[in-house]
């Protein structure tokens, strides 16, 4: 058949008769009264009725390659969901246009019809959809729907908003077509238990990366555990029985969790970004967390512009609340996350003279209280280093991995030699981008015309001395992956101690009937000497150091300042040698002498 897109003239073709039999009416044709369609239109069904014959679908898959085709009026952006709609129309989402809700990104319901040759929205915050089969009708459910505030409390989430439209008029307006319904159901618990159970059993059976299940008898385990199955009361004591059979495989990343909860109303207390002690019968700020208080992932409560806290003040008092030892500040914080709250403060540990301010606690201090550890690593390996040697830290090998990575790194070129500190990284995915950058060396130099002509290395972005790595036993996954791939280029040193050992990957977990799962991983890592590695048994550093408690509790960073002294003696026996002034000029125009 001819390409759909081929180019077509816009000249109005006129108006042209009727014929004596056309469909006056609007209707489709074998629908108007008393008219029979086309017997080959038509085939007899087993239920008596009548329904249409079935379509031969022929592909011709020689040349296949060169009939792919742009579609025009589709501008390049991400797309999924794609799916039929009527004769010439398809329907997609497309990310990051519309305002995302709690439940989800942010997506357009997006139509495409040959007919026009261009896409146009259809329907803003959809979170996913479906077209009925004949393609007439298109139901969606928004956006945050099945989330909300209640989801975020962790109670039972509201029930998603539903809607039904025509899929092949114009776009609906907003809020159209909303269905009201109400769902109820008859359960059984005990009866969901065991199926639950029995389907999380198979999955580990059937999907599990290697088929032996660690030599683990699997159908033994089955009996064992499934015999305490009939005392299961309680939808989290199904899953602490069958996270128990799980760990008769003996593996990481086997998590089991989720499912058909009962609601537990949560409050959410409010923090201030800051430390406290007990003075004079009063709470002291003896630290506020504020780094950067203009990133909206770091607001601190007590450090934007117009509140006037210093640290050596007393918080007096909470929403007109006298806050006296022994009271509890975070009792007056009950409640106050994201919300309007007065606190009352003074530099004496009394009313008189006290000042009020309105602030917006926090519900979480863990992003304040770990960029202010990370911002004091680097400081002390600036001050211990006497400014050499740059400090990376790593949270995980996700996207906050590698923005952390990009961030530092790249900002301390003028640095001799780096400290990677990836302790306690959560993993992701294999960080090979970040390994690739760390082993980089230059090839040479350009030129640099200005300033004090300092010579621009090739590729440009790099440190090129000494590298050393900090590792911890709460590094696992790709946090794990890391420092193998570290150790197995020979780029640097790791110090500290043994990691996780959690090296499987895991993908397309299916989810049990009430939302819950148990995760069998799917992919295991093994090394080019092809023997299974990392699962299980972790990483281990080149120089051990424990950080103990005592140091810790001390200020000190035993791990830390091993590695500095590492780098330094490193760079000492290797210095760096890059060119601080480019050669003389070149002279390849002067003419030689005859």
Do not use: C
């Not at 618990?189 to 683990?216: A, S």
């Not at 939808?235 to 969790?257: C, K, P, Q």
């Not at 959690?502 to 069998?520: K, N, R, Y």
């Amino acid at each position: 058949d001819p390409s759909p897109l081929l180019p077509e003239s816009d000249e109005d073709k006129g108006v042209t008769a009727a014929p004596a039999n056309s469909n006056r009416g609007g209707r489709p044709a074998g629908e108007q009264p008393g008219e029979n369609p086309a017997a080959g239109d038509i085939a007899a069904n087993p239920g008596g009725g009548r329904g249409r014959a079935p379509v031969a679908v022929n592909i011709d898959f020689d040349g296949l390659s060169k009939r792919i085709i742009s579609v025009p009026g589709v501008p390049e952006r991400q797309y999924t969901a794609l799916a039929a709609g009527g004769d010439g129309t398809v329907f997609y989402l497309e990310a990051g246009r519309a305002q995302a809700g709690p439940g989800g990104p942010p997506t357009d319901l997006v139509r495409y019809r040959l007919s026009d040759r261009r896409s146009a929205p259809f329907v803003s915050g959809v979170a996913a959809f479906a077209v009925s089969a004949d393609g007439h009708k298109l139901v969606y459910r928004s956006a945050g729907g099945g989330g909300g505030a209640a989801a975020a409390a962790g109670g039972r989430p509201s029930a998603p908003s539903l809607f039904v439209v025509d899929a092949d008029r114009v776009a609906p307006l907003p809020g159209a077509g909303r269905l009201t319904y109400s769902l109820r159901m008859y359960l059984d618990p005990r009866e969901e238990y065991k199926q639950i159970f029995n389907e999380g059993w198979r999955n580990q059976r059937d999907y599990l990366y290697v088929q032996n299940m660690h030599g683990t008898d699997w159908a033994k385990a089955k009996a064992m555990y499934g015999a305490m199955l009939p005392d299961v009361k309680h939808r989290a004591d199904l899953n602490y029985l069958m996270d128990m059979m799980g760990a008769e495989i003996a593996i990481g990343h086997s998590y089991v969790r989720g499912g058909d909860m009962p609601d537990v109303p949560q409050v959410q207390a409010g923090l201030l970004g800051a430390d406290f002690a007990i003075e004079n019968g009063r709470y002291r700020v003896t630290r506020i967390y504020d780094n950067e208080n203009w990133n909206p992932d770091l607001r601190s409560p007590m450090a934007v512009p117009g509140v006037n806290v210093n640290v050596g003040d007393y918080i007096v008092a909470i929403n007109g609340i006298d806050l006296k030892a022994p009271d509890n500040i975070f009792r007056l914080l009950d409640g106050t996350a994201g919300r309007q709250t007065q606190i009352t403060v003074n530099d004496k540990p009394s009313m008189d003279g006290a000042r009020s301010y309105t602030v917006v606690p926090v519900a979480t201090e863990q992003a304040l209280r770990t960029r202010a550890w990370v911002e004091a690593s680097r400081r002390l390996v600036e001050k211990l280093s006497g400014g050499q040697l740059a400090y990376v830290y790593l949270p995980n090998t996700g996207q906050p991995g590698y923005t952390s990575f990009n961030r530092y790194y790249f900002s301390q070129q003028d640095k001799k030699g780096a400290i990677i500190d990836e302790r306690y990284n959560g993993g992701g995915s294999a960080a090979d981008y970040i390994i690739d950058v760390l082993q980089r060396d230059f090839d040479g130099y350009f030129n640099n015309v200005a300033g004090d002509r300092t010579p621009f290395t090739s590729p440009a972005a790099g440190i090129w001395g000494p590298k050393v790595m900090i590792i911890n036993e709460m590094a696992g996954s790709g946090g794990d992956l890391m420092p193998y791939m570290f150790r197995s280029r020979k780029i640097g040193t790791l110090v500290g101690k043994r990691t996780w050992g959690g090296l499987v990957h895991t993908a397309d977990t299916p989810p049990f009937i009430d939302g819950g799962s148990m995760i069998a991983p799917r992919g295991g890592f093994f090394n080019r000497a092809g023997k299974w590695a990392v699962e299980n048994e972790g990483v281990a550093p080149d120089i051990d150091v424990e950080n103990w408690p005592k140091d810790v509790v001390a200020g000190r960073d035993p791990q830390l300042e091993r590695a500095v002294e590492e780098a330094m003696r490193q760079l000492k026996e290797k210095p760096v040698m890059r060119a601080d002034n480019e050669p003389a000029p070149p002279v390849w125009g002067t003419r030689k002498k005859q």
